[in-house]
């Protein structure tokens, strides 16, 4: 079973930024914090991933909790393309569990 | 384009026939990664080859076998399968298989399945 939970679905104005949660509650110490996104009918895509610090590259930031039980994943301008399925994985030793993700619309 | 590579993407097949999916990577990575995806439900993880050896099989039935000759090439040899093995299934890589920061998976597109 994935270890995360995420919900099923958001909406997102185009141009704003979309803010993806995402509950680690049973998170361990050394478990990265992975997300990909699936473009319909394509294979995951690599977003970021972090462990404690936040982290920010040229596709999304990752904010981690300190207690490290939940995270953020932010497009600060989401476009038409980024309109996918969000995955949140915790992964340790390259067990790697993708839940059901998130769908994000993204709406002109 | 992932640097993974996955052929046919495409793939009707009978219950009695045997075929095999093919995928190449050229990311000079050493572990591989087979995935299926089922309408509808998560991805599952099928098998994982480090270095050519391959270190975990999640309970995958026989008539599904994977081959990894070489760190590039991973195949799934695939017979008498059953029309609910109908999916997508994925092929990735990642630089190794030790995960933790490395294990940035890279993905193909992946073939689609459809036995009748």
């Known amino acids: 079973d994935a270890k995360t939970t995420q919900p099923t679905s958001m909406d997102c104005a185009e141009g704003r930024a979309a803010n993806l949660p995402c509950n680690h509650s049973?998170?361990?110490?050394?478990?990265?914090v992975y997300w990909y996104r699936q473009i319909h009918s394509q294979g995951p895509q690599y977003i970021i991933h972090g462990l404690k610090n936040n982290e920010t590259n040229e596709m999304a930031s990752l904010i981690i909790t300190e207690d490290r039980k939940s995270s953020t994943l932010i497009l600060p301008h989401a476009t038409l393309r980024d309109t996918a399925v969000y995955y949140c994985?915790?992964?340790?030793?390259?067990?790697?569990?993708f839940g059901a993700g998130t769908r994000l619309t993204v709406k002109p | 384009e992932t640097g993974v590579t996955q052929t046919p993407r495409h793939l009707v097949m009978g219950m009695t026939n045997k075929k095999s999916l093919k995928c190449e990577q050229h990311?000079?990575?050493?572990?591989m990664y087979w995935y299926k995806q089922s309408a509808k439900k998560p991805l599952e993880l099928m098998f994982v080859y480090n270095f050519k050896e391959q270190t975990e099989n999640n309970s995958v039935p026989s008539r599904f076998s994977p081959e990894c000759p070489n760190s590039s090439h991973l195949f799934l040899h695939l017979h008498t399968l059953q029309p609910e093995d109908s999916a997508l299934y994925l092929c990735?890589?990642?630089?190794?298989?030790?995960?933790?920061?490395?294990?940035?998976?890279?993905f193909g597109p992946g073939t689609r399945l459809t036995v009748l």
């Open positions: 994985i915790v992964e340790y030793n390259n067990d790697m569990r």
């Open positions: 049973t998170i361990s110490g050394n478990e990265y």
């Open positions: 990311l000079g990575h050493n572990a």
């Open positions: 990735a890589s990642s630089q190794d298989g030790a995960g933790g920061p490395w294990n940035e998976q890279f």
